[in-house]
């Protein structure tokens, strides 16, 4: 953000505090005229004042901004506001770099997203056919069961509670790992603290267990009835 030579620095700074306060500023550097001579001068390897008579740079103030604002949308908006004070000449980014990046991520969000979606059905399927096999083993017991009167809820009940406490166990021990996977990301890059908050992590961590309940009940539900509806005769033959 390029602003107008006639400030003076006690007025940027001000101007600089003011942004500080926005709600879309993570945080702002101020760059005085001499500083931007400096670095340009370090970077070209010549002084520009020296031929030219004058100092060419103008002061600016550098604003990183909050993930959430980082898309052109956003930033277009800002830019709206930023400009209303007529002391700013001008206000610079990369606007190309920007939406290529929010391409890419919402390009790898939509892979990201088919293998979660194949996974899931990879598990699922693993799952299902965990269960089956367990019941199946015990076809002739809920045969024998249903001989000697049992009802059918009676015949369920031990199945499905053996299967919920095994989805409850599995959950935790997923929620475990994705907890302490989160923990080591986060300690490795701070900033990931913005996209993996507590609230995200309880949500997560709340859907694990709750899936993981859902599916070994419906997957032993299905499986049991299957096994009740059978004749004695057909239980040799599966």
Request: charged share 20%; aromatic share 10%; hydrophobic share 50%.
């Amino acid at each position: 953000m390029l602003v107008s030579d006639e400030m003076k620095e006690s007025d940027i700074l001000k101007l600089q505090k003011r942004l500080n306060e926005e709600p879309f500023v993570k945080e702002s550097v101020y760059i005085s005229k001499k500083q931007a001579l400096k670095e340009q001068s370090e970077a070209m390897g010549t002084n520009p004042e020296e031929f030219l008579g004058y100092n060419p740079f103008t002061a600016s103030i550098e604003i990183k901004l909050h993930s959430d604002y980082a898309n052109s949308d956003s930033i277009a908006k800002i830019e709206k506001v930023i400009k209303k004070n007529t002391n700013i000449q001008e206000v610079l980014y990369q606007k190309d770099l920007i939406d290529a990046v929010n391409e890419n991520i919402k390009n790898i969000s939509l892979v990201l997203l088919a293998l979660a979606v194949v996974l899931t059905f990879i598990s699922f399927a693993l799952i299902n056919n965990t269960i089956r096999l367990a019941i199946y083993s015990k076809r002739f017991l809920i045969h024998t069961m249903k001989l000697v009167g049992a009802s059918w809820a009676f015949i369920r009940k031990p199945f499905l509670l053996r299967n919920i406490w095994s989805g409850i166990l599995a959950a935790i021990i997923a929620d475990s790992i994705l907890m302490g996977t989160a923990y080591w990301l986060v300690s490795y890059e701070p900033e990931l603290i913005r996209v993996i908050t507590p609230n995200v992590m309880v949500l997560v961590a709340l859907s694990v267990l709750v899936f993981g309940v859902l599916i070994t009940f419906f997957c032993a539900y299905l499986s049991i009835n299957k096994y009740l509806r059978m004749k004695a005769g057909s239980l040799y033959y599966i």
